[in-house]
């Protein structure tokens, strides 16, 4: 198979679909990869890396989508990249259609096979190809959250761990899930005072196993999270209800009787935040201010650490490109329910039932498609 890797042209995205490691595996198993020039650089991988790797250096975006019988990349693609679609192109990213009926029909009337990373499901049940950008949006909010709290950047100038004789800061994580998990491993890892908040109890029971009595489990009510928030210096939102908007857990009140200077890091605010003064932020204006509370909602976290966030982005998707590329696209969907579920687009046909409801469209179940 001939897989492209074009360079991501979305507004400040540095991650890339394939690494140097993903090429030389794909080439040792006689495919061809096309990388376009620079592709990997914002992520650290140089041109030079990938041809060592066995990769053809392609100079135009426009000759990666046009040899490629499959393009790899990281996010749905832009408006000038609708050109490059074409009948029988097999497109595995990130495609969110649900909010993109333009896109949904460009991929549509051209007949691309798109497999969106995000509706993949592995054998558990969860969403494989989601969970690694919550594991570094996770971690990177309580180093953000850190930074935040100094006082030069707006907070109460505390230092997460404290020092022998000086208490260390209180963190407060909204939802236990991967990104509460992780923000509470790192937060933990500094030496803060942490509690974490959840709905489940049973997930709370396990939280409480796995780090062992070293953080306060808090059931989610509106008494326990407006203590938890009023004494806390920093407050990260984990909160997520597959497919809804995220529930405010956090309220306006609720931050005002926050003390001065304390931060807020809203991790959900891609799923609308949850946390009632949050609202979505990008890395060139990343934070504001409410109530005297720093609020930092950046949507695309791991864009901040693309090295990491490639990665581990890879390492999730990597398995499925070279099952895809081994056996082909029908094959490969026939073969693997994980596969299958991604599939969004088919053959002109719309796959997916939640983005067929969501744009009032009709749809298909690619089975009866392919049977
Ligand atoms: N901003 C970014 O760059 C970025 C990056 C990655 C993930 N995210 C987002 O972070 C959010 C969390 O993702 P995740 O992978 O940790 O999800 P998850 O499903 O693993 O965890 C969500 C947790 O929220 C809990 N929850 C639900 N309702 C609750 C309530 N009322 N009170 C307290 N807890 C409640 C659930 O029980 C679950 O444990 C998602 O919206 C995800 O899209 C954002």
Same mark, same amino acid.
């Given at each position: 198979?001939i897989?492209g890797v074009p360079k991501?042209v979305?507004?400040?995205?540095s991650?890339v679909?394939?690494t140097p !490691?993903?090429?030389?595996?794909l080439?040792e198993? $006689?495919?061809? &990869? =096309?990388?376009?020039?620079h592709? @990997?650089?914002?992520? *650290?991988?140089t041109?030079?890396?990938y041809q060592?790797a066995g990769a053809e250096i ?8 046009g040899?490629?019988d499959?393009?790899?990349k990281v ?6 990249e609708?050109g490059?679609?074409?009948?029988g192109?097999?497109?595995f990213t990130?495609l969110?259609?649900?909010?993109l009926p333009?896109?949904t029909d460009?991929?549509l009337t ?6 969106a990373?995000e ?8 969403l494989?190809l989601?969970t690694p950008m919550?594991?570094v949006?996770?971690?990177?909010s309580?180093q953000?959250? !850190?930074s935040?709290l100094?006082k030069?950047?707006? $907070?109460r100038? &505390? =230092?997460?761990?404290?020092?022998? @004789?000086?208490?260390? *800061? ?8 991967i990104v ?6 790192v937060?933990l ?6 509690k974490?908040?959840d709905?489940n109890?049973n997930?709370l029971?396990?939280l ?8 306060i489990?808090?059931a989610?009510?509106s008494y326990?999270?407006a203590r938890a928030?009023a ?9 997520l209800i597959p497919g809804?908007?995220?529930p405010k857990?956090v309220t306006?009140p609720?931050v ?5 200077g304390?931060?807020i890091?809203?991790?959900a605010i ?6 009632e003064t949050?609202?979505?932020?990008t890395?060139?204006d990343p934070?504001?201010?409410?109530d ?20 581990a982005l890879?390492?999730?998707t ?7 590329a081994r056996e ?6 026939l ?18 039932n939640a983005?067929?409801q969501?744009q009032s ?11």
């Amino acid at each position: 198979m001939i897989i492209g890797v074009p360079k991501e042209v979305k507004d400040h995205e540095s991650r890339v679909g394939i690494t140097p !490691a993903g090429v030389k595996a794909l080439s040792e198993a $006689g495919h061809k &990869v =096309l990388v376009e020039t620079h592709a @990997g650089e914002l992520s *650290a991988f140089t041109d030079d890396d990938y041809q060592s790797a066995g990769a053809e250096i392609v100079g135009s975006a426009h000759n990666v989508w046009g040899l490629a019988d499959m393009v790899v990349k990281v996010k749905e693609p832009v408006e000038k990249e609708y050109g490059f679609f074409r009948e029988g192109l097999v497109l595995f990213t990130y495609l969110h259609l649900a909010p993109l009926p333009v896109l949904t029909d460009k991929l549509l009337t051209k007949k691309v096979t798109g497999i969106a990373y995000e509706t993949i499901r592995d054998r558990q049940g969860t969403l494989p190809l989601l969970t690694p950008m919550s594991e570094v949006a996770g971690r990177m909010s309580v180093q953000v959250g !850190a930074s935040y709290l100094e006082k030069e950047r707006g $907070g109460r100038g &505390v =230092l997460l761990g404290g020092v022998p @004789g000086v208490p260390p *800061a209180k963190v407060c994580i909204i939802g236990g899930g991967i990104v509460g998990t992780n923000a509470a491993k790192v937060a933990l890892g500094m030496g803060a005072r942490v509690k974490i908040v959840d709905l489940n109890l049973n997930r709370l029971r396990e939280l409480d196993d796995i780090f062992n009595g070293r953080l306060i489990t808090v059931a989610s009510n509106s008494y326990n999270v407006a203590r938890a928030t009023a004494e806390s210096d920093l407050v990260i939102g984990g909160v997520l209800i597959p497919g809804a908007a995220a529930p405010k857990i956090v309220t306006k009140p609720m931050v005002a009787g926050m003390k001065k200077g304390a931060v807020i890091v809203d991790v959900a605010i891609d799923q609308g935040g949850c946390i009632e003064t949050a609202r979505p932020t990008t890395h060139s204006d990343p934070s504001y201010e409410v109530d005297g509370v720093v609020h930092y909602c950046v949507t695309n976290m791991p864009a901040a650490v693309p090295n990491t966030s490639t990665l581990a982005l890879t390492n999730a998707t990597f398995p499925y490109v070279f099952r895809l590329a081994r056996e082909g696209a029908k094959a490969a969907i026939l073969g693997d329910d994980g596969i299958r579920e991604g599939v969004n687009t088919y053959n002109g046909k719309l796959t997916y039932n939640a983005v067929a409801q969501s744009q009032s469209k009709p749809w298909r179940a690619i089975r009866e498609l392919l049977a």
